[in-house]
């Protein structure tokens, strides 16, 4: 079965500094890979998604930044934090099968918090 | 104009009795999937069930249907004989768009906060 994985769980981190959040799918092959900010109550975000390795989209024009060095790798970078880069993030695995059905399943998230 | 909408910020709902949650949508696009997701508060997204624009069938999965309404284009969500553990946040989300234009994408409501009483 398809696991997907995220670390870490919880990030403090003071403005200016850098980020880096890891997610790695387990079970599947070639999937369709995506980064979501979630602020406090409210819905998600698409930063990012990938369908390949080294294949990046960004939805958002902000000072995030994504890589997908392997299959089943996708990080999520920062060189500056920002104080507005506070939230819960959520990477998203999916295997295309139609494009139109295919359902995106997430991980558990990180939560970060800018100081 | 939003692509989707919730409507109900926050809904209470007694254990036991069915509650529905509302959805509409908004796509010119004559194919497209409509799903709902669970966020409890550990903040994981939880897939529940997932209906697409050609099924002539509402989804059903377990005490998860959607009603889906084409031609008001929504995609409410109930839930049956609700649960203390039915208490979270729910998102409807809508995948929309053409491969050959930028590929798929999926569209997220601003969610509804569902409240299971004892």
């Known amino acids: 079965s398809q696991t997907i994985h995220q670390w870490p769980a919880t990030l403090v981190q003071p403005v200016g500094s850098p980020l880096s959040l890891e997610c790695t799918v387990e079970?599947?092959?070639?999937?369709?890979l995506y980064w979501y900010r979630q602020a406090a109550g409210r819905g998600l975000q698409l930063l990012f998604y990938?369908?390949?390795?080294?294949?990046i989209s960004s939805e958002v024009p902000q000072n995030l930044s994504a890589s997908r060095p392997q299959d089943r790798q996708f990080i999520l970078s920062s060189k500056k934090l920002l104080l507005s880069d506070s939230g819960f993030y959520l990477c998203?695995?999916?295997?295309?099968?139609?494009?139109?059905?295919?359902?995106?399943?997430f991980g558990p998230g990180t939560r970060l918090t800018v100081l | 104009a939003q692509k989707i909408t919730q409507t109900q910020p926050g809904m209470f709902v007694q254990e036991k009795e069915a509650v529905t949650l509302d959805c509409t949508y908004d796509?010119?696009?004559?194919?497209?999937?409509l799903f709902w997701y669970k966020q409890p508060s550990s903040g994981e997204m939880i897939f529940l069930i997932y209906?697409?624009?050609?099924?002539?069938q509402n989804a059903t999965e377990g005490r998860y249907s959607l009603n889906f309404q084409k031609a008001r284009k929504s995609a409410n969500l109930v839930i049956s004989a609700s649960q203390l553990g039915d208490s979270a946040m729910y998102f409807c989300?809508?995948?929309?768009?053409?491969?050959?234009?930028?590929?798929?994408?999926?569209?997220f409501g601003a969610g509804t906060r569902l409240f299971v009483k004892a």
């Open positions: 209906q697409g624009s050609y099924d002539q």
């Open positions: 990938s369908v390949g390795i080294g294949q």
């Open positions: 079970g599947t092959s070639n999937p369709n």
């Open positions: 796509t010119s696009d004559p194919s497209y999937g």
């Open positions: 989300a809508m995948r929309e768009g053409n491969p050959g234009a930028g590929g798929f994408k999926t569209i």
């Open positions: 998203a695995w999916s295997v295309d099968v139609g494009g139109i059905t295919d359902t995106q399943y």
